[in-house]
């Protein structure tokens, strides 16, 4: 098939929130005067495509108009066959800390509204001293005294929560039904199912001028809740090889990778049926593909389309991109993974408390 788009380089939605902040500028984004920025919704809907024949085009039109190209047989089959971008990437800027909060499944979701669940996870961009992500329920906490907490709706539920220190560079894997919050001081890099689903249980007693707080959706979110699900920091795999690259997550709903390219390196990948997102977070790299070549600076992104299978990274300099897409688990982590000399322990924790990897890789490596 031949690609008629070449690399799409997006511009994001930016989304103002009572938590947000303006350290989003930090990585390039023009934030509005006098709002508080929580997030920018890089591969959202309504992202704008800025470069080549598509510019100025939605991506969200492009793939209803062209889903197995833009999205391909994984990107379908992640959506559940829903013609959606799915891979949803946001930077998020948590100068307060953000609600507590829990998503649904895919089977509950569709229950709701049709639409998928949300797992997700975080990359920690950078974090304040002290700054804390709050993921579970502490083992000595009981999820009925936890409800019991959160219907009060004064904060009191926040004491029930796991608490890991946040430090940048690190690694968390969000299944859909862990209760979770991200703390004050904590800019991340966010990647997740296709889904805006998300059951607020308690939003820290606060409220607006007006004295009035925000909705809580306690009986469904605690419908939803998995109380077993306590996510740690993922040890990140290293690939090995003349690129600095490692996993950082993997389930079966998306992969995150960490490129690191010194001057004059060169990354190709090669991910068929599925797109691709790439951002840099530092330097200033090149995406080649067949289409052509956009060039990404420090906090812009580009998607590769399915129909485009193979790119290049290459820099002149120093860069460091994040690259997402959805994985076939066996060809694009285990088998990498192994060959690099990764324990099956290390691979299956890149799924988080999620199964997807574990027999996968304690068979392959039998």
């Not at 607006?208 to 109380?227: C, I, K, T, W, Y």
């Not at 490129?259 to 997102?277: C, I, N």
Request: glycine share 10%; proline share 7%.
């Amino acid at each position: 098939m031949i690609d008629p788009y070449g690399p799409l380089g997006l511009e994001p939605r930016l989304d103002a929130k009572p938590w947000g902040g303006r350290r989003l500028a930090q990585f390039g984004f023009s934030l509005p005067p006098n709002e508080l920025i929580g997030e920018a919704v890089v591969t959202a809907t309504e992202a704008t495509v800025r470069t080549g024949p598509m510019a100025g085009r939605q991506l969200g039109h492009l793939v209803k108009e062209d889903p197995w190209a833009l999205i391909g047989s994984r990107g379908l089959r992640a959506t559940g066959g829903r013609t959606v971008f799915p891979l949803l990437v946001k930077f998020i800027d948590g100068a307060a800390n953000l609600s507590i909060q829990v998503h649904p499944d895919d089977a509950s979701a569709a229950l709701h509204r049709n639409t998928l669940g949300k797992t997700e996870a975080w990359h920690v961009l950078a974090a304040e001293p002290d700054a804390a992500l709050y993921l579970g329920l502490r083992p000595d906490a009981s999820p009925v005294g936890f409800e019991v907490a959160c219907r009060e709706a004064s904060g009191k539920g926040a004491a029930m929560l796991g608490q890991l220190p946040a430090v940048s560079g690190q690694s968390v894997l969000i299944p859909a039904g862990t209760v979770h919050a991200l703390g004050q001081g904590v800019l991340v890099y966010e990647i997740q199912q296709a889904s805006d689903m998300t059951f607020r249980l308690d939003d820290w007693g606060r409220v607006d001028a007006n004295g009035q707080a925000r909705s809580l959706h306690l009986d469904d979110g605690f419908a939803v809740l998995e109380p077993s699900f306590r996510p740690e920091v993922i040890s990140p795999v290293d690939l090995g090889g003349h690129t600095q690259r490692h996993i950082l997550a993997a389930c079966r709903y998306f992969a995150l990778e960490r490129v690191v390219l010194s001057r004059g390196m060169s990354f190709e990948s090669y991910a068929p049926d599925t797109p691709q997102v790439m951002t840099c977070l530092d330097g200033v790299v090149d995406l080649a593909t067949a289409g052509g070549m956009v060039t990404l600076r420090a906090g812009e992104t580009a998607v590769v389309p399915a129909v485009t299978s193979r790119s290049c990274l290459q820099t002149t300099a120093t860069g460091t991109v994040l690259r997402a897409w959805v994985p076939d688990l066996a060809a694009d982590i285990i088998r990498p993974a192994d060959a690099a000399g990764a324990t099956a322990e290390e691979m299956a924790c890149l799924a988080g408390p999620l199964p997807d990897l574990r027999d996968m890789t304690l068979a392959a490596t039998a």
